[in-house]
């Protein structure tokens, strides 16, 4: 009998919660007929896991490409670049295609004669020169711009061949010429078809910047400068928002009379010396590894600070004194080897 006593207790609680389930009914029928009030629905709390839930963290942007032009500080183009040895003595001109360079690069060579290094990346005009040989201060100073940029040249001494075939650039040597000019300053190449050559890279960060910059309206005014390299004497004119410029006194045109016009000059102070790994004991190359005073002219106005560039394949950066980057304004830029 020990074992009933659990089971009389369970009936009669069963008998206890039958009898209040039929009184609640009765409740809810009450009224003749009539629904009783229906009671107003409690609000639901949210779950803990509603609330202690961490939200959902936005991705992070991916880092984008620069809108501008590397070489430029216009529209981005993505495209190779190549640069171009151009003759710079009297007998050479005119010559044809300089204005449309993005860049051009002035430096000494033997006899303190002068030679440019025209560099193409946004504009691939169909006649460039006159060409001429390739010199060792080409093969510092281009890969700059590329991981392997072309170079067209017509010619080179044996050691320069051999120090072009060590680096990076690409040899795009040219040799077709223009009749109605005296050899040998009659080599003129066709960028047009020259782009298309394989394996000459595309562009790549060089260090300069582009861009507005309030550091102009503050900074000494300069609308006309004149810098001597070797023998040569390269002078610039601002008017009408560009520079116009000038060699040894004569203005700078294109073969169909077009003026050369410049946005930035940018005078780098660099050391020349006797090069040691070319045929000539004549020839020159420019330091351009290092670092130095720079005076870079835009706007009509100049900013003297410090350039520095620590590898052959590296950027190159310009510095105001405050050690702020100086913006260069978009167009073309004249880069001056000075030393």
Same mark, same amino acid.
């Given at each position: 009998?020990?074992?009933?006593?659990?089971?009389?207790?369970?009936?009669?609680?069963?008998?206890?919660?039958?009898?209040?389930?039929?009184?609640?009914?009765?409740?809810?029928?009450?009224?003749?007929? !009539? &629904?009783?009030?229906?009671?107003?629905?409690?609000?639901?709390?949210?779950?803990?896991?509603?609330?202690?839930?961490?939200?959902?963290?936005?991705?992070?942007?991916?880092?984008? !490409? &620069?809108?501008?032009?590397?070489?430029?500080?216009?529209?981005?183009?993505?495209?190779?670049?190549?640069?171009?040895? *151009?003759?710079?003595?009297?007998?050479?001109?005119?010559?044809?295609?300089?204005?449309?360079?993005?860049?051009?690069?002035? !430096?000494?060579? !033997?006899?303190?004669?002068?030679?440019?290094?025209?560099?193409?990346?946004?504009?691939?005009?169909?006649?460039?020169?006159?060409?001429?040989?390739?010199?060792?201060?080409?093969?510092?100073?281009?890969?700059? @711009?590329?991981?392997?940029?072309?170079?067209?040249?017509?010619?080179?001494?044996?050691?320069?061949?051999?120090?072009?075939?060590?680096?990076?650039?690409?040899?795009?040597?040219?040799?077709?010429?223009?009749?109605?000019?005296?050899?040998?300053?009659?080599?003129?190449?066709?960028?047009?078809?020259?782009?298309?050559?394989?394996?000459?890279?595309?562009?790549?960060?060089?260090?300069?910047?582009?861009?507005?910059?309030?550091?102009?309206?503050?900074?000494?005014?300069?609308?006309?400068?004149?810098?001597?390299?070797?023998?040569?004497?390269?002078? @610039?004119?601002?008017?009408?928002?560009?520079?116009?410029?000038?060699?040894?006194?004569?203005?700078?045109?294109?073969?169909?009379?077009?003026?050369?016009?410049?946005?930035?000059?940018?005078?780098?102070?660099?050391?020349?010396?006797?090069?040691?790994?070319?045929?000539?004991?004549?020839?020159?190359?420019?330091?351009?590894?290092?670092?130095?005073?720079?005076?870079?002219?835009?706007?009509?106005?100049? *900013?003297?600070?410090?350039?520095?560039?620590?590898?052959?394949?590296?950027?190159?950066?310009?510095?105001?004194?405050?050690?702020?980057?100086?913006?260069?304004?978009?167009?073309?830029?004249?880069?001056?080897?000075?030393?």
């Amino acid at each position: 009998m020990i074992g009933a006593k659990p089971t009389a207790h369970r009936l009669r609680c069963a008998a206890v919660a039958l009898g209040v389930g039929l009184s609640l009914a009765a409740a809810g029928c009450s009224g003749h007929g !009539e &629904p009783g009030p229906t009671p107003a629905a409690r609000p639901s709390s949210p779950s803990p896991s509603a609330t202690s839930a961490t939200p959902t963290p936005k991705p992070k942007p991916s880092p984008s !490409e &620069p809108a501008s032009d590397p070489l430029s500080g216009g529209k981005k183009v993505n495209g190779p670049v190549v640069g171009v040895k *151009i003759d710079n003595v009297a007998a050479a001109r005119p010559q044809a295609g300089v204005h449309q360079a993005d860049m051009v690069v002035v !430096e000494r060579v !033997e006899g303190n004669l002068t030679r440019l290094l025209a560099i193409y990346h946004t504009r691939w005009p169909k006649r460039v020169g006159p060409v001429r040989s390739a010199r060792n201060t080409d093969i510092e100073f281009l890969p700059m @711009f590329s991981k392997s940029p072309g170079l067209v040249f017509s010619g080179a001494n044996r050691k320069v061949l051999r120090q072009l075939r060590r680096s990076p650039i690409r040899m795009i040597p040219r040799l077709t010429r223009d009749n109605s000019r005296i050899a040998p300053h009659n080599v003129f190449v066709d960028l047009n078809t020259v782009r298309k050559v394989k394996g000459v890279g595309k562009q790549q960060s060089i260090g300069l910047t582009f861009g507005k910059s309030g550091q102009w309206g503050s900074a000494p005014r300069a609308t006309s400068v004149t810098i001597p390299v070797g023998v040569d004497r390269f002078g @610039f004119r601002y008017a009408k928002g560009h520079y116009r410029g000038t060699w040894n006194g004569r203005a700078q045109v294109d073969e169909n009379r077009r003026p050369v016009t410049v946005d930035n000059i940018v005078d780098l102070k660099v050391k020349y010396h006797k090069d040691t790994r070319s045929t000539s004991n004549k020839s020159y190359v420019a330091d351009t590894v290092g670092k130095g005073t720079a005076v870079v002219y835009s706007l009509g106005h100049k *900013i003297t600070g410090t350039w520095q560039r620590h590898s052959t394949t590296g950027p190159m950066s310009l510095k105001t004194s405050g050690g702020k980057n100086i913006r260069l304004a978009p167009g073309h830029t004249w880069i001056i080897l000075d030393g």
